[in-house]
């Protein structure tokens, strides 16, 4: 028998069944059937710019707005000579409407503690906040660094910087003071905030130590507003850190949201790329704000009656576009969570469901397998009945999480909606319109309006139904990066060179027979580690910098709960190789990037397998790595001995 072609692989893992909404579902939903959002996306697709500018509409302009699209490829002005602030929309767009005492924050911090923000609260909050930022000698387009936990502070602390212009700059708090001072050196942060510290599984998570780390090496940082959340001790230093609840006291809860043009940076975010240095991924005001708005609304489907509930944390992207900037345009009411899935016991996401009515809940597969391992004793505690609506996103989701998630959270009711979308696209792009689409476990299904992607091959010509390729966007979207922090040509070179005219996603993709997406991988060394994104490289550089590291290969292997983990094959200087030098190179790992980047595995090799052009050989040593058999020819190897010792090492 011939061997089958990889077309007839694809065969073999297609995944067949179809999810399509309840009629219940469809006919109460924004976008209420496959017709309406077949409309939607021919008329976006008809005249993108005459499509977005409708949609511009549901922003507040102090200014209006001369042209929808200026675009200097790949450098994109959306709405020019328009002036908004996203602060504004998300909070006094609602004053004077009958969502002014609404729930805007539903906060449960992970002791149990409770708080409930209004609209109209969170408004003066942030006004209270942004009159802080300035007194702090903070103002438009100074570079904000924060890196706390989910408190409502961590909103109210990059709306207060949206309101007056200054960028923010979140760090998730599980970062390490040399990733902090780098991300800080690299903005030029002027102004430091964070918490003494922070609960995680019961314990303190010590920021404030951190951020005294990190500040020793940000010499652009001149103060550090810190906020009480533990009220552990934490030292102040004379002249440069301030009490947020002193300052708080000092000024009035009144600021005017200044005008700002389109084009003002709302934020930068540093996430992974191909290379040890991470970038800080530039967004602007009204094209972002716009973008997350429709998505959010779209996507989740959103009611006003809804309690919606993203598990991400504010230090990334999801935390950044749906638990803040979405929503809060939106009008809806969040939940936000501070601590751990499994504290004090596994149940407790779903004990917070059925507290809080949740309708709309939004997580990522990472969890998901890990709800699965823990076991359905967990889940079957709890009245689930509130929910109406599930999501994923950060990874793909394998077809068994899924029906999993589809069963037992979603007692077969609620549709998932598998979003895929990146820190650069600042929001979702591909995901089933819930009332709208019906679902294929493991697909993020089709594009949203306005949204033109393409698969392209190797010789750059888009390929067949079926067959997989670089996924690209062919026109420019409102919330689409305006570039990388202080690195245009980075920028242009990553996203706009290697399909020209294209923005290239790194990921790629097949659509099948019936246009439906489905994501098959990174195309650049970047793995993806419990939904986050981390450069095989960053953790080889981090690597070695240790004195005792000669050479270091990082490579992604399968794994049950993180989808990917961390292997990471050493060259040793004089060293002996031993159990010690292996938790010290582990533990700087952690001090380097964070705990987030530590290897799962760790093993030492006399030499590391290259080819002859002293490339190293990743795919060997991913197929080591995840324990399969090597296969393919390693005739290119410099030597051949070193598969055996890398072998022998995993006996
Ligand atoms: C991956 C997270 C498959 C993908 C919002 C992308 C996904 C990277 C999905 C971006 C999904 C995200 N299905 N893969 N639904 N969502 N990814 O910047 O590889 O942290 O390029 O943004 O995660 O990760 P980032």
Redesign the pocket.
């Known amino acids: 028998m011939a061997e089958p072609t990889s077309a007839q692989i694809d065969n073999v893992m297609r995944e067949d069944r179809l999810f399509p909404p309840t009629a219940e579902f469809a006919a109460q939903a924004v976008i209420p059937s496959a017709e309406a959002y077949q409309a939607l996306w021919d008329e976006a697709q008809a005249d993108p710019l005459a499509f977005w500018d409708r949609q511009a509409q549901e922003l507040h302009w102090f200014e209006p707005y001369s042209q929808v699209l200026d675009w200097q490829e790949p450098v994109a002005s959306w709405f020019t000579g328009g002036k908004t602030n996203a602060s504004y929309n998300c909070l006094d767009a609602h004053l004077g409407t009958e969502r002014e005492n609404k729930t805007a924050i539903l906060w449960e911090g992970e002791p149990g503690e409770q708080r409930t923000l209004t609209y109209r609260e969170l408004h003066t909050e942030v006004c209270r906040a942004a009159n802080m930022l300035k007194k702090l000698g903070v103002g438009q387009g100074d570079v904000v660094s924060i890196y706390m936990p989910m408190v409502p502070e961590l909103a109210i602390a990059m709306l207060a910087c949206a309101r007056i212009g200054a960028i923010h700059s979140v760090i998730f708090a599980g970062f390490s003071s040399e990733a902090i001072a780098e991300r800080n050196q690299d903005a030029q942060a002027k102004l430091q905030i964070t918490s003494d510290g922070a609960w995680r599984r019961g314990k303190e998570l010590p920021l404030k130590p951190m951020v005294d780390d990190a500040l020793d090496k940000s010499p652009s940082v001149e103060k550090c507003l810190v906020l009480r959340r533990t009220g552990s001790d934490v030292p102040m230093r004379e002249g440069r850190d301030v009490w947020w609840h002193e300052l708080a006291e000092q000024v009035d809860a009144e600021c005017p949201a200044a005008p700002l043009d389109s084009e003002t940076t709302l934020f930068i975010l540093y996430?992974s790329g191909s290379t040890g240095k991470p970038k800080g991924i530039r967004h602007t005001t009204a094209g972002y704000n716009l973008y997350a708005k429709k998505t959010f609304e779209w996507v989740f489907d959103h009611r006003d009656s809804d309690v919606y509930w993203c598990t991400a944390d504010c230090g990334?992207?999801?935390g950044h576009s749906y638990v803040v900037y979405g929503p809060l345009s939106a009008g809806a009411t969040c939940l936000m969570y501070e601590g751990a899935p499994n504290f004090p016991a596994e149940d407790r996401f779903w004990e917070l469901v059925e507290k809080y009515q949740v309708t709309t809940f939004y997580t990522a597969p990472t969890a998901i397998r890990a709800f699965i391992k823990w076991g359905d004793q967990h889940v079957e505690k709890h009245d689930l009945s509130s929910l109406r609506l599930l999501g994923?996103?950060?990874?793909?989701?394998n077809p068994e999480a899924w029906m999993w998630y589809h069963e037992k959270i979603g007692a077969g009711r609620c549709p998932i909606v598998?979003?895929?979308?990146?820190?650069?696209t600042g929001g979702i792009m591909m995901s089933p319109l819930p009332g709208a689409i019906p679902t294929k476990p493991g697909s993020?299904t089709k594009p949203l309006p306005g949204i033109l992607p393409a698969i392209i091959g190797e010789d750059g010509q888009p390929v067949g139904e079926n067959q997989g390729g670089m996924l690209v966007m062919t026109h420019p979207w409102p919330g689409m990066l305006r570039g990388i922090w202080g690195d245009d040509e980075r920028y242009r070179e990553q996203y706009w060179s290697k399909v020209p005219h294209n923005y290239l996603?790194?990921?790629n993709a097949r659509c099948d027979e019936d246009g439906y997406y489905w994501?098959m991988?990174?195309i650049d060394d970047?793995i993806?580690v419990a939904?986050?994104?981390l450069s095989t490289i960053e953790v080889e550089s981090a690597l070695v910098s240790h004195p005792q590291v000669a050479e270091a290969a990082a490579v992604g292997r399968p794994d049950e709960i993180k989808g990917q983990a961390i292997a990471v094959f050493v060259t040793i200087k004089e060293a002996e190789a031993s159990d010690a030098l292996r938790d010290e190179l582990k533990l700087h790992v952690r001090k380097e990037i964070g705990a987030l980047a530590v290897p799962d595995d760790l093993r030492f090799a006399a030499v590391l397998p290259k080819t002859r052009s002293g490339k190293i050989m990743r795919r060997l040593l991913r197929d080591i790595a995840s324990g399969k058999e090597t296969v393919g020819d390693t005739t290119t190897l410099e030597d051949y001995t070193v598969l055996a010792k890398l072998r022998a090492e995993d006996e």
Do not use: M
């Open positions: 996430t990334w992207i999801t994923t996103v950060g990874e793909g989701i598998d979003t895929w979308w990146q820190t650069e993020c996603a790194g990921d994501i991988g990174r970047v993806n939904g986050h994104r």
